[in-house]
């Protein structure tokens, strides 16, 4: 997701698009989600995996943050 602190064209664009459709929508924000199938012999050992990933590749710190959930 973009930092909190950047404007989102996107979100605004798509929250006036929501307001002139009816729906009281606010502070929306457009990201992007990343599905991945890790192979791993633990949550924790999955989790650590995760980390590397997003902090090696799938993550830009300058403008996005993420977070991930790990489902068995």
Same mark, same amino acid.
């Not at 698009?17 to 606010?26: E, V, Y």
């Not at 924790?44 to 090696?56: L, S, Y």
């Given at each position: 997701?973009?930092?909190?602190?950047?404007?989102?064209?996107? &979100? $605004?664009?798509?929250?006036?698009?929501?307001?002139?459709? &009816?729906?009281?929508?606010?502070?929306?924000?457009? &990201?992007?989600?990343?599905?991945? $199938?890790?192979?791993?012999?633990? $949550?924790?050992?999955?989790?650590?995996?995760?980390?590397?990933?997003?902090? $090696?590749?799938?993550?830009?710190?300058?403008?996005?943050?993420?977070?991930?959930?790990?489902?068995?």
């Amino acid at each position: 997701m973009p930092l909190r602190e950047l404007l989102d064209p996107q &979100g $605004k664009a798509v929250e006036s698009s929501l307001n002139k459709l &009816g729906f009281h929508a606010s502070h929306v924000r457009i &990201g992007k989600h990343i599905t991945l $199938k890790i192979e791993a012999a633990s $949550k924790e050992a999955a989790t650590a995996q995760v980390e590397e990933a997003c902090k $090696k590749l799938l993550h830009n710190p300058v403008m996005e943050y993420y977070e991930f959930v790990i489902v068995e």
